[in-house]
């Protein structure tokens, strides 16, 4: 685990799509594995456009389920596309994008609860 927490914080966005329990969940994983360690943002789209809010921001890492959100526009060092209900390959691809040898030793695996969804 500290693998992923090796390199120098991270500010990271997550910028959610879908009802309530989805975007709590992902909300809750990300505090769970990465809070602690990187700067996490959950911004509500509703209170401010989503370029004025990742310049203010300084964001390193857009996460977000919902394509269009992710334009040239935004000036940020990466962004990742989770499925509507991410998924552990879509976690795992984070942990990487925070520190390539993160995976080798710690990753995330999909239960036959989550497969069977």
């Not at 090796?6 to 994983?29: M, T």
């Not at 921001?57 to 940020?76: F, G």
């Not at 499925?83 to 999909?110: G, M, V």
């Amino acid at each position: 685990m500290l693998l992923i927490h090796s390199h120098y914080q991270k500010r990271i966005a997550f910028f959610l799509e879908g009802n309530r329990y989805i975007c709590e969940n992902v909300q809750a994983n990300a505090t769970k594995y990465l809070g602690k360690y990187h700067q996490l943002f959950f911004p509500n789209r509703y209170d401010i456009s989503i370029l004025e809010y990742f310049k203010k921001n300084q964001v390193d890492i857009v996460v977000t389920n919902y394509k269009e959100y992710l334009t040239d526009e935004l000036d940020v060092e990466t962004s990742i596309l989770f499925e509507i209900i991410p998924t552990a390959d879509n976690w795992n691809e984070l942990f990487t994008l925070i520190n390539s040898r993160s995976t080798q030793l710690y990753s995330i695996k999909e239960t036959d609860h989550e497969s069977n969804q």
